[in-house]
């Protein structure tokens, strides 16, 4: 298994190198974030070890980055910041797990064995549909460059329908996702939202994205012109 690791305390990355090798991984080095980022770019690596604290590029721009560009390499962060912010950012930046410093080397192998066992999945921090994007993480849409004012319900949905965008959704399901258990309401509620969405995401700009799907539920799929 190979092994990337940027962090800019060389001290800190030799142990790490030194102990990995004697559980067998092999390891690339790198002590500033644009290094580490060009390495993760050219590389098929199993897993990478990221310090949020890195010369050039932050820990959490770099996962970002490998993200935006389709690399998927399983991100373990290695930090000393232990806030909850910045464990929520590196997470929704597309990072995989958290450690912090000072930290178990047993328990740190563990999970990067436990990370290289789930394997390379694609795991986006924001979706596209087209020109539609939907950031959960900041709680954002946009089509294009027009930022679209939703609702908390209205987005919720959006993000569920984006989450699987290209397939078909059923209200049952819209429901059991964006509703709590409690909702015993119409189930025509969700179609609503999908009309409140419509005339928000795809109405202005003469474009039809959400689908419906007659007897089956809503599709989510690249825009084509409004007849």
């Known amino acids: 298994m190979r092994i990337l690791v940027v962090e800019d305390d060389r001290r800190l990355s030799e142990l790490l190198r030194r102990g990995l090798i004697g559980e067998g991984f092999a390891v690339d080095l790198a002590y500033e974030g644009p290094r580490g980022l060009d390495l993760a770019m050219e590389n098929a690596y199993d ?6 604290m890195l010369p050039g590029l932050n820990g ?3 996962c970002a980055r ?3 560009a389709g690399v998927w390499t399983p991100v373990l962060m290695l930090t000393a910041k232990d806030g909850e912010y910045d464990e929520a950012e590196g997470l929704d930046t597309g990072a995989d797990d958290y450690v912090t410093k000072p ?21 986006p921090a924001a979706f596209a549909v087209g020109d539609l994007h939907v950031d959960p ?13 939703l ?4 987005f919720s949905v959006l ?5 699987r965008r290209g397939e078909v959704v059923s209200k049952t399901e819209v429901l059991a996702h964006v509703w709590d258990n409690d909702f015993d309401g119409d189930t025509n509620i969700v179609e609503v939202y999908i009309s409140a969405l419509r005339r928000k995401i795809d109405a202005p700009f003469g474009l039809h994205t959400i689908h419906t799907v007659r007897g089956c539920g809503y599709r989510l799929e690249l825009d084509t012109a409004s007849t």
């Open 47 to 52: 897993a990478a070890v990221v310090d949020v």
């Open 60 to 62: 959490f721009r770099l």
């Open 66 to 68: 490998l993200r935006a």
């Open 103 to 123: 930290f178990s080397f047993v328990a740190l192998t563990a999970r990067l064995r436990a990370l290289i066992r789930r394997g390379q999945r694609e795991r």
């Open 137 to 149: 993480a900041a709680r954002r849409c946009r089509r294009g460059e027009a930022v679209l004012t």
């Open 151 to 154: 609702t908390a319900r209205e």
């Open 159 to 163: 993000e569920y329908l984006a989450r």
